[in-house]
Nanobody, 125 residues
Framework: QAQLAESGGGLVQPGGSLRLSCAGS????????IGWFRQAPGKEREVVAC????????YYADSVKGRFTISRDNAKNTVYLQMKILKPEGPAVYFC??????????????????WGQGTQVPVSS
């Protein structure tokens, strides 16, 4: 059974850093496009970063360019989201998702088949 599990969330101060992990089980993340999404209360899930299955091309939302980095560790079947210079944007949950059909970048949450349970990243002083 294919599953994703996020970890690494937690309270962080503005300007701080955090690394989120998305571990896969039951399938190989290397062969799938993986996206990190952010969802604030009452809002839709929005893509933050994505890494393609074909050639590991990466995409970043304008709001995180230069601060976030998405990467793979194929030996660990894990995708990471390194976040730096975090901003106080209010409470949000970060999810990782797997699009098992796309070869390239995928930006819409509806296109993703598998999701983790989410991890909270409150940014507050």
């Amino acid at each position: 059974q294919a599953q994703l599990a996020e970890s690494g969330g937690g309270l962080v101060q503005p300007g701080g850093s955090l690394r989120l992990s998305c571990a896969g089980s039951g399938f190989t993340l290397e062969y799938n496009t993986i996206g990190w999404f952010r969802q604030a209360p009452g809002k839709e899930r929005e893509v933050v970063a994505c890494i393609s299955s074909s050639d590991s091309t990466t995409y970043y939302a304008d709001s995180v360019k230069g601060r976030f980095t998405i990467s793979r560790d194929n030996a660990k079947n894990t995708v990471y989201l390194q976040m730096k210079i975090l901003k106080p944007e209010g409470p949000a949950v970060y999810f990782c998702g797997a699009n098992i059909e796309a070869m390239g970048i995928s930006l819409l949450s509806d296109e993703y088949k598998y999701w983790g349970q989410g991890t909270q990243v409150p940014v507050s002083s």
